[in-house]
């Protein structure tokens, strides 16, 4: 039973054509296979740009987007407070990239600050270094996160290309989905907040680990704030870490089956784990 005590469980993937860059649309597939697998009833409702946000849906998908894309999607789903309510009536969100940027109380697009959800206590700009300070290049390229140990996840993996910066504001509720262990992340932690120049415009140069800088400061990524979670990872990140997956589902269905696989995804990951945690 889903948390509203009807047996079919509902996906809303919001914006696909705004907020689809790097295939998050498959955050859905995994949500939706993994509830099947299960022999479990699951609906998935495609909410098209522009369109207003339905309220009653279990779990909301937020995927990443261009800068442009990503104003008229906080736009359009501002038109309406379905997701703040859906999220009050116990629905959980999954806020990827832009997703994750749009979440949060601000976000910068075309020189301008723009409004986001108001959903969780975080901002994210282009820098926060300051002014006299160069803007951070692109993070782009692998990154590997270590869930806070609450969460019970393994390693997550996933790739992340993104121009902002994202930090916690005073009073923020939650804590962050975790420590980076290779790649950029929020990118206002630790050695990561000077701003320093990073990989340039091209993003760094062959995957080095390590915050802005190159260094090994422990940075974080995302954001779990009750059942809303936001992270910089793309790929799309549930493929990549099916534990994610039964996260979500297990905050709005309750406890799930255990489920093994699929095979291939075991792959994957001893592979993603080898090419990029060695040394
Ligand atoms: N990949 C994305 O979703 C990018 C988010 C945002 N437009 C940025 O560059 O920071």
């Known amino acids: 039973m889903s948390r509203r005590g009807v047996s ?11 907020l689809g860059t790097y295939g998050d649309g498959g955050n859905a597939i995994v949500l939706e296979r993994r509830l099947r697998w299960r022999g479990l009833p699951v609906e998935r409702v495609d909410v098209p740009a522009g369109s207003p946000v339905p309220e009653g849906c279990d779990i909301y998908l ?3 987007g261009e800068d442009a894309p990503q104003v008229l ?34 976000f910068p697009s075309g020189g301008e600050i723009h409004e986001g959800l ?10 926060f270094a300051g002014p006299d300070a160069p803007p951070p290049g692109r993070a782009v390229g692998d990154i590997v996160v270590e869930p806070d140990p ?6 997550l993996f996933g790739y992340e290309n ?5 930090r916690r504001l005073p009073g923020c509720q939650g804590f962050p989905l975790g ?38 400061s422990a940075g974080t990524d995302g954001i779990v704030d009750g059942r809303v979670l936001g992270t910089y990872l793309h790929g799309p990140v549930l493929a990549q870490n099916p534990a994610l997956a039964d996260l979500l589902l297990t905050w709005v269905h309750g406890t799930l089956p255990p489920l093994s696989g699929p095979p291939e995804t075991v792959a994957l990951r001893e592979a993603r784990h080898r090419a990029l945690t060695a040394g």
């Open 8 to 18: 079919t469980t509902r996906i809303a993937l919001i914006y696909p054509e705004l």
């Open 62 to 64: 937020l995927g990443g």
């Open 73 to 106: 999607a906080a736009d359009g789903i501002r038109q309406n407070r379905a997701i703040p309510r859906a999220v009050h009536g116990g629905a959980a969100v999954l806020a990827v990239c832009a997703g994750y940027q749009v979440i949060g109380q601000s």
């Open 118 to 127: 108001g959903l969780v206590g975080i901002e994210t700009r282009r820098s």
């Open 150 to 155: 609450r969460l019970g996840l393994p390693t």
């Open 162 to 166: 993104h121009a902002g910066r994202t």
């Open 179 to 216: 420590t980076v262990r290779r790649g950029i992340g929020d990118g206002s932690g630790g050695a990561g907040a000077a701003g320093a120049a990073g990989g340039g415009a091209g993003g760094r140069a062959g995957g080095t680990a390590g915050p802005d800088d190159g260094s090994s």
